[in-house]
């Protein structure tokens, strides 16, 4: 069986070396010493002197929304996964739907200006398969209405573009370090934030709003990151560079086979991006290809391999949301959704296995 994705673990011995003093200490959470360990390793390893570490990247993101106390509209993508959209209805804030660009994935920036109202009190822009947002324009334009900008950033750890980090930008970006991600934690996430008040408030939101044994001076709730998780991620980074050098190859491999290919989109690195190859997405033309992906989709499955179509369905067409919100506003992301399929990528997926894949839509082609 071959799954889009496949969690990268160190080696078992790393990590029994690496949780042994838990054991000593029997401290298993509540910000303990692996906790401020993997959380100065990302200060440096992210470029950030601000981050706080989550249960996981849904938390990280809802809390942030909350921290920031918004009110109104916020304009955001539904290609995308179920958080990004949760975390702002979970704050009782509305989503307003943005189109996505045809090539990158990504929030279409020349709508975007053309959806603000009075209501609007942030932007939520998400980097797709490791694509990343106009960063430039996405600036301007919060500058210029006053907009906060919440990333959400799960699809680009380890990025960089123009050589700086993806936490860098706008005034937090969020990240997730579930297990199917490029870097995990098992679960967890994070948030890099520029404003230190925001950080106080995280850090309250996260936990009770406990300040000491006998002080809680604001209502919050529980997303610690535990002692494990945080010593998974420590072993984690440690081998981060090399496991994206071998995604790496594995994506070339791909290219080798359906690049060229008539009724065949494959993604492109962006200029200036350092990439961390989190997915391979392959937008098929049926029309041009003579099979639609969910033909494709089937047929990779009778031999034990699972794509997933991601993202589909639109965020916005969930039954959660019926007759809530229209999908025909967002002509191109109902489109790539219906078309794209995401390949298996990991950093031990096997040549071979990559090459069989190929070969297995190749030959649907008609």
Known sequence: MIFVTRSSIPDFDEYMKEIKDIWESHWLTNMGPKHEQFKNMLKDYLRTDNIELFTNGHMALELSLQAMELEGEVITTPFTFASTTHAIVRNRLEPVFCDIDPITYTINMDIIESLITDRTCAILPVHVYGNICNIEEIDRIAKKYELKVIYDAAHTFGETYKGLSTSEFGDASCFSFHATKVFNTIEGGAVCFRDKEIGMKLRDLKNFGIHGQEEVSAVGANAKMNEFCAAMGICNLRHIDSEIAKRKTAAERYNSHLSGIDGIQLNTIQKDVQSNYAYYPVLFDKS??????????????????HPRKYFYPLTSAFTAFKGRFDVGLTPSALSISRNILTLPLYADLAIEDIDRICEIILSCKK
Do not use: Q
Not at 289 to 305: N, T
């Open 288 to 305: 041009i290809f003579g099979a639609d992906r969910d033909e494709i989709s089937d047929e990779l499955k009778k031999y034990g391999i």
